[in-house]
T-cell receptor, first 115, second 112 residues
Framework: DAGVTQSPTHLIKTRGQHVTLRCSPI?????VSWYQQVLGQGPQFIFQ???????GRGNFPDRFSARQFPNYSSELNVNALLLGDSALYLC??????????????FGQGTRLTVV | GQQLNQSPQSMFIQEGEDVSMNCTSS?????WLWYKQDPGEGPVLLIA?????ELTSNGRLTAQFGITRKDSFLNISASIPSDVGIYFC????????????FGGGTRLMVKP
């Protein structure tokens, strides 16, 4: 079975630009979460979606937005990019919104560099 | 944002040695998770803990959910070179879906 797939794997953007990152969850998984991992730190929660609805949002500015599609894939959008947005963006999928034993599985991430 | 306090930050050990790392929080969690992350990859789940006091093993890895529900530790026995990587603890609340709060990570280096 395919795991969580993210695209692209790497990209470079200029300050002020917009970026869209994509995630396909494990087949059958209905919940997708997004995390930002700055170099040398643990991942920080950005968003969680379940059944196409936002179910949680971390402490990130409104420049960050996301959505989940009917096929449960998801997009993370970041507007007006700043140098500090450079990070590894991780997508995680899980079977349900929350049920102990249905842990989140992570994709390989998208490495975003803002110059 | 909030992060769990994970220690040590890094460890450089000899192959065959045992390793211990821990994680503490000011908040109570319902689930504790331990992940390993290799360079350029996403975190991979190693062990999940669901009950206070629970001790769970996965091969050479053993983790415990602290009695106070505010801490957890991970032990690796008889380390091997492929254990190299960054280990993260993560806490999860029952009413917060799959939102995970991560520690800062422990970088493990193993000398053959």
């Amino acid at each position: 079975d395919a795991g969580v797939t993210q695209s692209p794997t790497h990209l470079i953007k200029t300050r002020g630009q917009h970026v869209t990152l994509r995630c396909s969850p494990i087949s059958g998984h209905k919940s997708v979460s997004w995390y930002q991992q700055v170099l040398g730190q643990g991942p920080q929660f950005i968003f969680q979606y379940y059944e196409k609805e936002e179910r949680g949002r971390g402490n990130f500015p409104d420049r960050f937005s996301a959505r989940q599609f009917p096929n449960y894939s998801s997009e993370l959008n970041v507007n007006a990019l700043l140098l500090g947005d450079s990070a590894l963006y991780l997508c995680a999928s899980s079977l349900a919104f929350f049920r102990q034993g249905t842990e989140a599985f992570f994709g390989q991430g998208t490495r975003l560099t803002v110059v | 944002g909030q992060q769990l306090n994970q220690s040590p930050q890094s460890m450089f050990i000899q192959e065959g040695e045992d390793v211990s790392m821990n994680c503490t929080s000011s908040s109570i969690f319902n689930t504790w998770l331990w992940y390993k992350q290799d360079p350029g990859e996403g975190p991979v789940l190693l062990i999940a803990l669901y009950k206070a006091g629970e001790l769970t093993s996965n091969g050479r890895l053993t983790a415990q959910f602290g009695i106070t529900r505010k801490d957890s530790f991970l032990n690796i026995s008889a380390s091997i070179p492929s254990d190299v990587g960054i280990y993260f603890c993560a806490g999860q609340y029952n009413n917060a879906g799959n939102m995970l709060t991560f520690g800062g990570g422990t970088r493990l280096m193993v000398k053959p």
